[in-house]
Each structure stands twice: as structure tokens, then as C-alpha cells.
């Protein structure tokens, strides 16, 4: 099976500026997660859907950063402005309804603020 | 507050011995536990896992151990292969799959021959 898609690789844009990243998840995956990795940390959550309801966006920095999940399938992450500490890798996991099966992450999208 | 702790960032072990890798926690209500492994420009990869209410589950050359008293689990790879040499990341969650995950910092694995 196609594993979750995340587009672009790479972003370099100067603060304040916005962006946007996308991410399909696997085919039939129910639950969809944004993580914010920092340099040395690990990932940390901002944002879950199920299906194209938000269950858990407590850690989301909603007066810049803003998420949808259209039709329940791929979903976008924005933010607008961008601030220098922003700079991290930005991946995207699905999960199915399967408890034996756990979160599958994509290869990420690394932003790099000027 | 970091709910998961690695607390060794980096580990360094021949070919063929063990390798062991740390997690500590501080929620009780962790019911579920992962570990995933991550190469250079590529996401996290899934390893292996263990439910709260084991204390160990192996796969193949991985072992993963729960000591729950202790709030302490372990990963242990036997024999380490060069292919090892990567960052492992131990998480955790409330929900088995349905959950958000806990990260710790990880713990960069260099095998060497």
C-alpha cells in the first residue's frame, strides 16, 4: 500500500511571509495527525482529525497556524505569518480504525524561516 | 513538562552486541507504548510496540521491556546490525491507535563494524 504522502519536501521563506504544506494520508485511514518536529526535540502533536472533525487542536497556535480536512481525506496545514521559530519539520501520520496497527508518518516537510 | 524522557541522546555499539535503549515516563495512564525509528530526511518508521498490560513483546532481533512500577521501558536489538545506525524515538499514548502520541527527544544509535 502507498504510504502518507507529504508535499513540498523543502520550504525556504523569510518571516512573516505564509505557507502551506499537504498531506495525503494512506488510503482508508480514518485519523489524520499534524506533529511539528524542532531540531533535538521529538515530534509534537498540533493538530488530529477524524475523518474532517477536529479532535484535538489544544496544542495548534491558532493566531498563525490553521488546519483543514476537506472530505476527510488529504488534509492542509498553514501558516500565516511565519515566525523564526517556526523553523522545524512538519510531518503528517494516519492511523485506521485497527487498534493493532499503529501511526504512519510521512517523510515530513522541513521549513526553514529567514 | 516532558511526559517521556530519553535520556541518553546518543549510543554507540559494535556489530553484532546488544543494544539498549531507555524510556522513562511520568503519566500512569500511558497505555501504550511505541517505538520508531527514523533515517536522515525520512519520517519515523514504526518498530515496535507494547500494550501496558505486558511487560515485554519481541519481534525478531527487537525486544521491547515494560517495567511499569518503575515507569521504565527498554528496546534491546540483538545482534546490532550496521542497518541499526539510526535515531530511535520512544512515544506514548493514553489510546491504543486512536490517540495522539508523546514523544521523547531520542536517542541517535550508531553501530559500528
Known amino acids: 500500500e502507498a504510504g502518507v504522502a507529504q508535499s513540498p519536501r523543502y520550504k525556504i521563506i523569510e518571516k512573516r511571509q505564509s505557507v502551506a504544506f499537504w498531506c495525503n494520508p494512506i488510503?482508508?485511514?480514518?485519523?489524520l495527525y499534524w506533529y511539528q518536529q524542532i531540531l533535538g526535540q521529538g515530534p509534537k502533536l498540533l493538530i488530529q482529525?477524524?475523518?474532517?472533525?477536529?479532535?484535538?487542536d489544544s496544542q495548534l497556535p491558532k493566531d498563525r497556524f490553521s488546519a483543514e480536512r476537506l472530505k476527510g481525506v488529504d488534509s492542509t496545514l498553514k501558516i500565516q505569518p511565519a515566525k523564526l521559530e517556526d523553523s522545524a519539520v512538519y510531518l503528517c501520520?494516519?492511523?485506521?480504525?485497527?487498534?493493532?496497527?499503529?501511526?504512519?508518518f510521512g517523510d515530513g516537510t522541513r521549513l526553514s524561516i529567514l | 513538562d516532558q511526559q517521556v524522557k530519553q535520556n541518553s541522546p546518543s549510543l554507540s555499539v559494535q556489530e553484532g552486541r546488544i543494544s539498549i535503549l531507555n524510556c522513562d515516563y511520568t503519566?500512569?495512564?500511558?497505555?501504550?507504548f511505541l517505538w520508531y525509528k527514523k533515517y536522515p530526511a525520512e519520517g519515523p518508521t514504526f518498530l515496535i510496540s507494547?500494550?501496558?498490560?505486558?511487560d515485554k513483546n519481541e519481534d525478531g532481533r527487537f525486544t521491547v521491556f515494560l517495567n511499569k512500577s518503575a515507569k521504565h521501558l527498554s528496546l534491546h536489538i540483538v545482534p546490532s546490525q550496521p542497518g541499526d545506525s539510526a535515531v530511535y524515538f520512544c512515544?506514548?499514548?493514553?489510546?491504543?491507535?486512536?490517540?495522539?502520541?508523546?514523544f521523547g527527544t531520542g536517542t541517535r544509535l550508531q553501530v559500528f563494524p
Open positions: 512515544a506514548a499514548s493514553l489510546l491504543r491507535n486512536t490517540d495522539k502520541l508523546i
Open positions: 503519566n500512569s495512564m500511558f497505555d501504550y
Open positions: 482529525f477524524q475523518n474532517n472533525g477536529v479532535v484535538d
Open positions: 501520520a494516519s492511523s485506521s480504525w485497527d487498534a493493532n496497527q499503529p501511526q504512519h
Open positions: 507494547i500494550s501496558s498490560i505486558k
Open positions: 488510503s482508508g485511514h480514518a485519523t
